[in-house]
């Protein structure tokens, strides 16, 4: 297939690449040469203002061809049942690159915009959000609808049709409730649970620390046997920050417990960094938490996801890609679940202010349970409920599935009761047969 334009951009050679990725086994070549173009004898798209008999044509509206970064005028209407902007005529009813570059690149997050109550980009500000499709990969289905569009005017055209899949995620803040955290950290929470009345969980804390039970946020093998069972390989991200500090309160690195669970995590699934809140001021940090999880695992640190989803653009991403990262899994809120960039599929990140394509690929996930939690004051039947959405959504678009689970909320700690079967129910029902 070839795409005509009048010039090309890398915003429209970024989106055009991803959208021939999505569709297509083979690129979508692009020229600027009209002739070449018409005497092109198999499908053809025309992206430009000018109808071109025999090809799709698509209109544009100047976002991928214009630079820098400015306020966008954007009026949402119903397409198929759902949302889409950027209206144009021809043959496709908005100008599909456009509107899908303005939430793949997350360009309004570049605009100035309200911070939640920590500092990060708030989920309100988001046009998914005030539109009403935050719950959807809209742009997944909106190249459902395009192919459909093409396949009218192509019929022999052949396509590339993805399949369903389902990545689990795990964020170790807290590797153990009471293990590992040494005498000093173990006799404050005593003292406090004494003060408190907390009985039963002093109990708890005292036969844990005999090792009488297992420490309630140790759900380390039982998620394997689930693994196994579900056929599944997942990501671990560890927290390493070397001073606990506001919401960065893991057992420190220094500790045998930790490095013990990174090396074995290290030996059988994939591993990466959970860059501490503190790394945020401090760049230096980074670099070290990266080295401290190197030393642990004995294996090079490719991989990151930001501690409580502290992701600022474009600066976040620049740090990590400075430090060898290629592969974030950040791309999500902390604030609410659903679809920050509208997409059920990884994509390479684009460089908005420096208008280019980056070597870092994201890996957006959708829900996350400290999310349902906290955020939205979810039981564990209404996270299923919430999980089982997502789901069918991405299911519908053959689409990539990546949630976010704690270790905590998977262990046998009181407070989570239920969360542990939900998980189970959702990937020995659901996942399972799916794959």
């Not at 591993?271 to 990266?290: F, M, R, T």
């Not at 957006?364 to 959504?393: I, K, T, V």
Request: neutral net charge; hydrophobic residues 35%.
């Amino acid at each position: 297939m070839i795409l005509y334009c009048l010039h090309n951009t890398p915003r429209l050679q970024y989106i055009v690449d991803f959208c021939s990725k999505e569709l297509f086994d083979t690129p979508v070549d692009i020229t600027t040469d009209l002739p070449t173009f018409t005497q092109y004898p198999g499908p053809k798209i025309n992206y430009s203002d000018t109808p071109v008999a025999g090809a799709i044509n698509l209109r544009p509206t100047g976002l991928l061809f214009a630079t820098g970064i400015a306020p966008q005028h954007i009026d949402c209407f119903e397409y198929n049942g759902r949302k889409a902007f950027f209206a144009t005529l021809g043959d496709f009813p908005f100008d599909l690159f456009s509107a899908a570059f303005y939430l793949l690149s997350r360009y309004e997050e570049y605009l100035p915009h309200e911070k939640d109550s920590y500092g990060r980009y708030a989920h309100t500000n988001a046009l998914a959000w005030r539109e009403g499709f935050l719950d959807l990969p809209l742009i997944n289905y909106w190249l459902q609808d395009f192919r459909e569009t093409l396949t009218r005017k192509y019929p022999d055209l052949v396509f590339r049709y993805p399949i369903f899949k389902f990545v689990p995620t795990y964020d170790i803040d807290t590797a153990f409730s009471f293990l590992h955290k040494g005498w000093r950290r173990n006799g404050g929470g005593a003292i406090k649970a004494m003060i408190t009345g907390q009985w039963q969980a002093l109990r708890l804390r005292i036969q844990t620390l005999l090792r009488r039970v297992p420490d309630p946020f140790d759900a380390y093998e039982w998620l394997d046997s689930l693994h196994l069972y579900c056929r599944l390989k997942p990501y671990y991200f560890f927290l390493v920050a070397a001073r606990n500090k506001g919401v960065d309160r893991n057992i420190l690195p220094s500790t045998a417990g930790l490095q013990q669970l990174v090396q074995y995590h290290g030996a059988g699934y994939r591993i990466g960094v959970h860059p501490s809140w503190q790394s945020g001021d401090d760049k230096k940090l980074l670099k070290e938490e990266i080295e401290w999880l190197e030393y642990m695992s004995g294996q090079p640190i490719t991989r990151s996801r930001q501690h409580y989803i502290r992701l600022s653009l474009p600066d976040t991403y620049r740090r990590l890609l400075e430090r060898g990262i290629d592969q974030e899994f950040s791309l999500g809120y902390g604030s609410i679940n659903g679809f920050r960039a509208s997409v059920a599929s990884s994509f390479y990140w684009y460089d908005l202010e420096k208008e280019e394509q980056t070597k870092l690929r994201v890996f957006p996930f959708c829900f996350m349970d400290a999310n349902s939690y906290y955020e939205q004051g979810y039981s564990p039947a209404q996270a299923m409920q919430e999980l089982m959405r997502y789901y069918r959504h991405i299911r519908k678009v053959n689409g990539l599935m990546i949630t976010i689970w704690h270790n905590d909320f998977l262990g046998t700690d009181p407070r989570f009761a239920g969360w542990r079967e939900v998980y189970e129910v959702f990937l020995k029902e659901e996942v399972f047969w799916a794959s």
